[in-house]
């Protein structure tokens, strides 16, 4: 006997790939309701459709995605294929393929609606020659393809995967591997086992190299199938142990269930009679009812009751028929690919339990539907049945002809050739296999490579940084003592100008409340001797003590303010020398505090005494001038003049350091302007 169970799963499999998701998907969308907001707008587009019949086409396009949404099949029904010859009538010949595919998806989900489907697609495919898009183009291929296969014409399914392929754009790989997994599986049920398997090793490394690796998994189980086929168990044997081993890890318990069931099916070609059914037990303990695939449900209890046929075990055989039945019956319906699979098994249990008239008439109809199929195991295990009714009923030439004609045709599926040809792609599948692991290898090295550059330049490039802002650390830390430094030694320096003033100020008022007093005294005694000469004398003292006074500490500058003192030194200077002096003083008196005007007087007086010391000057001009909360104090002479760039360095020889600091700790800003011959000017600025 054939291996039953293995071609009934093979097309579970492609059951799961092209259905699962939309048969929960349609169970999600009719469980769930779908809120008023939703229900309201429908309404209101429908009611559009009717009183604006030239937009026809822009409602559809909003009204369509709500319906597929709400899941109303109902509706889905009445105005998808209205909407999908409005697009092609416009020529939006792309809108009209995805609708299309749209409605393929509802019919056929729909065992009873498959020929639907297929003429939905088929008017799909009449026009995508006019579509832009690659990836609607070919999936109206890939479901034109998946219809035909659903009807069980595999030939057909084969031209329309391979157009599906070929108008899929690079871009749309995984969709290409689709197409390929899909053909190989269809070349598969009509015997091209070669052709099956190059399409899987395809598909299997596209899958790869996407990163899909459920599909590609998927792709391995049906190698493995097409393996047990031919004989190569340990190869079969190898993949479904990795399969098993992924599927356990991942949790992923249908699909473990399903290689499993091909693992059984393999044994029970082999002759493994109990191993095949020891597998299909742990499959059925560990599941039970509780599999999410109603086909793989049916086909566990089918195996399991072809078995126990065999056996003889007539109540294990009913148990599984029966429950077999009613899980069809529940989830399935009538017109299923499952009937031959019924038939197959109602035929076993008839035959084994001695009712070989009864098992004949069910043989006739599964030879009919075997021959009318492209599936080449049905019209393998027809022959093969019937070879063994012959014999139970004693037609032992009948039997020996219907044996012929099965080793006959199954030796022209597996003929030598085959075979060679077949170790011939599984050697250069291994061997491209091998390269691409070791490609990835390569790659991995190279990508570790990369990161370990990556990683030093990092590294570098953070230790630059460290460095860099280690010296800017430094440098910063520098400036802000250098600063600090500065400005300690500007605070130093007004302290020491302060201190300066008030000893000067200490040693002044000494000399007018002591010395002075003392002196005047003296002058009043020496008045009454009526001595002229040393009345003179005591004169001229008394006047140069009063003069060495008023320069240690000015006492008219807290009598009469800062303007007045400047005005007041000028005049004396304009009385006691030749100097022509010109002044234009503004009031800044109420700008400065006591201390901060002494400073301003003694800067005039220090200038002053340059001035008489070295400048040689006729004439002299004093300005002192308020502008916008700025006081400018300018000094210029017309003297002899000096050359800067020289005598800066050297403070002491005319007094511009404690000039410097005086304005400094005024937070003003001295400026000195002279040439040799041209006279000299001192600028100073205070910002209050």
Same mark, same amino acid.
């Given at each position: ?39 309201? $707008? ?75 489907? =297929? ?45 599906? $392929? ?37 598909? /299997? ?74 597998? =299909? ?133 597996? /003929? ?106 003296? $002058? ?90 070295? /400048? ?39 007094? =511009? ?9 005024? $937070? ?21």
């Amino acid at each position: 006997m054939l291996n039953i169970e293995s071609s009934m799963l093979h097309y579970t499999t492609n059951y799961n790939l092209h259905y699962i998701l939309l048969f929960l998907f349609s169970l999600l969308i009719l469980i769930s309701k779908p809120s008023l907001a939703q229900e309201t $707008k429908v309404d209101s587009l429908l009611k559009l459709l009717d009183t604006q019949p030239k937009e026809r086409l822009a409602i559809y396009i909003d009204l369509l995605p709500l319906l597929y949404d709400q899941g109303n099949d109902d509706q889905i029904l009445e105005h998808y294929p209205i909407a999908i010859d409005l697009a092609i009538s416009s020529a939006e010949f792309d809108k009209a393929g995805r609708w299309s595919i749209e409605l393929f998806q509802l019919h056929q989900v729909r065992p009873a609606e498959r020929q639907q489907a =297929l003429e939905v697609m088929q008017k799909a495919a009449s026009f995508s020659d006019k579509v832009e898009s690659s990836r609607t183009k070919g999936n109206i291929y890939l479901k034109l393809a998946a219809a035909y296969y659903d009807l069980g014409n595999f030939e057909e399914a084969i031209a329309e995967y391979t157009n599906a $392929k070929n108008n899929f754009s690079n871009q749309d790989s995984l969709y290409i591997a689709d197409a390929l997994f899909f053909r190989g599986q269809a070349r598969d049920y009509k015997g091209e086992f070669i052709n099956a398997l190059n399409d899987y090793q395809q598909a /299997a490394l596209l899958y790869e190299l996407s990163g899909d690796e459920d599909f590609e998994a998927h792709v391995q189980n049906s190698m493995s199938i097409i393996f047990g086929r031919y004989g190569m168990l340990e190869e079969a044997e190898k993949i479904r142990l990795e399969l098993l081993e992924k599927y356990r890890a991942d949790n992923n318990m249908n699909d473990w269930a399903i290689v499993m069931y091909n693992r059984a099916g393999t044994y029970r070609k082999a002759g493994f009679h109990e191993e095949n059914i020891n597998i =299909l037990s742990e499959v059925y303990e560990q599941l039970g009812d509780n599999m999410e695939d109603p086909h793989l449900q049916i086909g566990l209890n089918l195996s399991m009751a072809n078995h126990y046929a065999k056996k003889k075990e007539r109540d294990k055989y009913r148990f599984h028929f029966d429950r077999a039945d009613s899980i069809k019956n529940a989830k399935m319906g009538e017109g299923s690919y499952l009937d031959l699979s019924f038939l197959k098994t109602n035929f076993l249990g008839e035959m084994n339990f001695g009712n070989p008239q009864t098992a004949s008439a069910i043989l006739r109809q599964y030879t009919i539907l075997a021959n009318n199929s492209d599936q080449i195991n049905d019209k393998l295990d027809a022959l093969e049945f019937e070879a063994e009714l012959n014999q139970a009923m004693g037609n032992y030439a009948k039997a020996f002809e219907s044996l012929q004609k099965w080793t006959y045709k199954k030796d022209s599926i597996f /003929a030598v050739n085959k075979a060679t040809s077949f170790a011939y792609y599984q050697t250069l599948y291994e061997t491209e296999k091998k390269e691409r692991e070791l490609l990835n290898k390569t790659m991995e090295i190279e990508n570790i490579t990369t990161a370990n550059q990556k990683k030093l330049f990092w590294i570098i490039g953070i230790s630059i940084c460290l460095v860099t802002i280690l010296i800017l650390l430094y440098l910063y830390r520098n400036l802000q003592a250098e600063k600090s430094a500065k400005k300690m030694q500007e605070q130093f320096s007004r302290d020491l100008l302060v201190y300066q003033e008030e000893e000067r100020k200490r040693i002044s008022k000494d000399l007018h409340d002591g010395l002075g007093q003392s002196l005047l005294l003296i $002058k009043n005694k020496v008045a009454m001797s009526a001595d002229p000469s040393a009345t003179g004398l005591l004169n001229s003292a008394i006047e140069e003590l009063r003069g060495i006074s008023r320069s240690l500490h000015p006492f008219k500058l807290e009598e009469l303010g800062l303007t007045q003192a400047i005005q007041n030194t000028l005049d004396n200077i304009d009385e006691e020398t030749e100097i022509f002096i010109s002044a234009e003083l503004d009031t800044v008196d109420s700008l400065f505090d006591k201390n901060e005007q002494l400073q301003i007087y003694r800067m005039v007086q220090e200038v002053f005494n340059n001035i008489l010391k070295h /400048a040689q000057a006729s004439a002299v001009r004093v300005m002192l001038v308020l502008d916008n909360r700025m006081v400018n104090l300018s000094i210029e002479d017309n003297g002899i003049g000096f050359d800067f760039s020289e005598k800066y360095q050297d403070f002491g020889s005319l007094g =511009l350091k404690t000039i410097k600091e005086r304005t400094a700790s005024l $937070k003003g800003t001295m400026k000195v302007d002279s040439e040799k011959g041209k006279g000299t000017k001192f600028s100073f600025y205070f910002y209050k």
